[in-house]
């Protein structure tokens, strides 16, 4: 039998190819890698030379037709409250995209922040090993439902429902009143946006709260119920101060997000450039002008198509510095175990 076995390893084909030709293997497999790995770097510097190029047209454009110098335009673009690039006269001020935006932002993260920290912290540390098989594929059907939908949803079902809350509280502290005489929420409106937007975010910091959870190493969990802490204090007090930083990554993460948030905001906010900051109101976002303008036919090179990329433009910073905040914060916050 030992003879058998013997005969049958040394029957198995031991070839190997020459040297030569594994070193011709190697430096293939080596630059396809390369070529991988320089692509995104490639594409990135491309889409900001384009966003650069573009806007330095759009600032040129602006000049020209306002007649100002390239420091007036640039004053005006930072601190102008009026936007209106396609009709006359011109306003190219970005405060009412970015008000927009923050307000929109700013929702989203009360409504994802918590609801996402507090799933995660349940998720990890306290629900039951068949409730977790449950939950967390309804959070990746939540995280895979077009943004389309989420929009609508906050249109037809959350705005409604705030409209009735917001009247019938009026109703409650403010009696003796007709219904037309109290405050009537708008059927475009940030706030119902904002909502949606959290939910939408909202598996996604779930999710990598959850991760920087489960990287905690089991010893510190051991060492503080050895303390006699109770599973919520070793929650609180231990295991989130030792994953802050996976914890502020996920939440820049989604505020990134939430930024960049382009259908639920056209369809649920408003299109009107507007500078304000009260979420009971409609305005337009950055994302949510750039999508209104594609829509229609815009000649190549006039200043409203260029305008699409001066408001591109403060997308990419906004997520630049959203990145580079994460990255720094991770840096501060990170523990090594």
């Not at 450039?273 to 305005?283: D, I, K, M, Q, S």
Request: glycine share 8%; charged share 15%; net charge neutral.
């Amino acid at each position: 039998m030992a003879q058998d076995s013997f005969s049958l390893r040394t029957n198995l084909p031991v070839s190997l190819p020459s040297r030569a030709v594994r070193v011709w293997r190697e430096r293939i497999i080596a630059s396809i890698l390369f070529f991988a790995a320089i692509s995104s770097v490639f594409t990135t510097l491309t889409i900001t030379y384009i966003l650069f190029s573009e806007t330095v047209i759009f600032f040129e454009k602006a000049m020209e037709m306002q007649k100002i110098s390239l420091g007036q335009a640039l004053l005006e673009f930072f601190t102008s409250t009026d936007w209106s690039p396609l009709i006359e006269p011109v306003g190219i001020g970005i405060l009412p995209l970015l008000s927009g935006t923050l307000t929109t932002c700013f929702i989203a993260s009360c409504v994802a922040v918590p609801l996402g920290t507090i799933s995660a912290i349940y998720l990890s540390e306290f629900a039951p090993a068949k409730v977790r098989e449950i939950l967390k594929p309804i959070l990746e059907i939540l995280a895979g439902i077009p943004t389309v939908v989420y929009g609508y949803f906050a249109l037809l079902f959350i705005t409604p429902l705030l409209q009735k809350i917001i009247l019938g509280v009026q109703k409650f502290f403010i009696p003796g009143k007709e219904e037309w005489e109290y405050f009537q929420l708008p059927g475009f409106n940030m706030l119902g946006a904002g909502i949606a937007v959290g939910l939408m975010v909202l598996p996604y910091i779930c999710s990598l709260v959850e991760d920087s959870l489960q990287a905690v190493p089991l010893g510190l969990r051991e060492g503080s119920y050895a303390m006699g802490a109770t599973r919520i204090q070793t929650a609180f007090k231990v295991l989130l101060p030792a994953a802050t930083s996976g914890i502020v990554a996920a939440y820049i993460l989604g505020f990134s997000r939430a930024v960049g948030e382009t259908m639920i905001v056209a369809v649920a906010a408003g299109l009107q450039p507007r500078f304000t900051f009260n979420p009971l109101e409609a305005a337009a976002t950055t994302t949510a002008f750039i999508v209104s303008v594609s829509l229609g036919d815009l000649p190549h090179g006039s200043l409203e198509y260029q305008s699409i990329f001066a408001a591109g433009i403060m997308l990419f910073f906004a997520t630049l510095l959203m990145n580079v905040i994460g990255y720094f914060l991770s840096r501060r916050y990170r523990e090594v175990y």
